[in-house]
């Protein structure tokens, strides 16, 4: 059973535009999520993470938004850059003592120039 | 600062054939560490964690096993390769004590023939 999904599997937006990632996840005990960003090639490297006792996260022009009703969240890109094409992994864990992350499937981001 | 450093950067291997990938992280004492797998195109499988020197606990069954020789050392390794072996593994690292953060190292890239 896959306990984080993503959507879209592949986004394409304008130069300025702001693109949105979508994460959604099953276990109600997970309560910190991350996402990162891979380019071809490379290991991922941490975008911008959110605990969930928080419901927004922001860092510059990335932010998450956290549903915990839901058990959804999203990740806002603002004036996508063509430096942000890449694939984003949404991740989920429970705070076990160590961190066993459930990844989703991944969105990959094209931003034309 | 903390740098990770994975080896060999890719390796092409028979099937049948063993195999020894190795991660080296430095700037950190006592680190959590962590062997992930990613086929092509694909998703993050979390392998192994270890929390400490000499213990090594496994999350998945994939014909794999790994070893933690030294503090700043985490080697996965099998004895004879399989063509679903192939694929990106991934080196990472985290603090203990309940930190959530995972950085990740560059990668290796293997090939099963």
């Known amino acids: 059973q896959q306990q984080v999904r993503q959507s879209p599997q592949s986004l394409t937006v304008w130069e300025g535009e702001t693109a949105i990632l979508n994460c959604s996840y099953e276990?109600?005990?997970?309560?910190?999520f991350p996402w990162y960003q891979q380019f071809p090639g490379e290991g991922p490297a941490l975008l911008i993470s959110i605990l969930s006792v928080s419901d927004k996260k922001e860092d510059g022009r990335f932010t998450i938004f956290f549903n915990k009703r839901e058990k959804k969240l999203s990740l806002h890109i603002a004036d996508s850059q063509p430096g942000d094409s890449a694939t984003y992994f949404c991740a989920a864990s429970a705070n076990t003592g160590y961190q066993n992350f459930y990844f989703g499937k991944g969105t990959s981001l094209t931003v034309i120039p | 600062a903390q740098t990770i450093h994975q080896w060999p950067v890719a390796e092409i291997k028979a099937v049948g054939s063993p195999l020894s990938l190795g991660c080296t992280i430095k700037g950190k004492s006592s680190p959590n560490l962590y062997w992930y797998w990613q086929a092509t195109g694909g998703t993050l499988q979390q392998l192994f964690y270890?929390?400490?020197?000499?213990?090594v606990e496994s999350v998945v069954q994939l014909n794999l096993s790994a070893s933690r020789p030294k503090d700043d050392q985490f080697i996965l390794s099998t004895e004879k390769l399989l063509l679903s072996h192939s694929g990106f593994y991934l080196c990472a690292w985290s603090l203990g004590g309940g930190s959530y953060e995972q950085y990740f190292g560059p990668g290796t890239r293997l090939t099963v023939l």
């Open positions: 270890s929390i400490t020197v000499g213990q």
């Open positions: 276990n109600s005990a997970f309560d910190y």
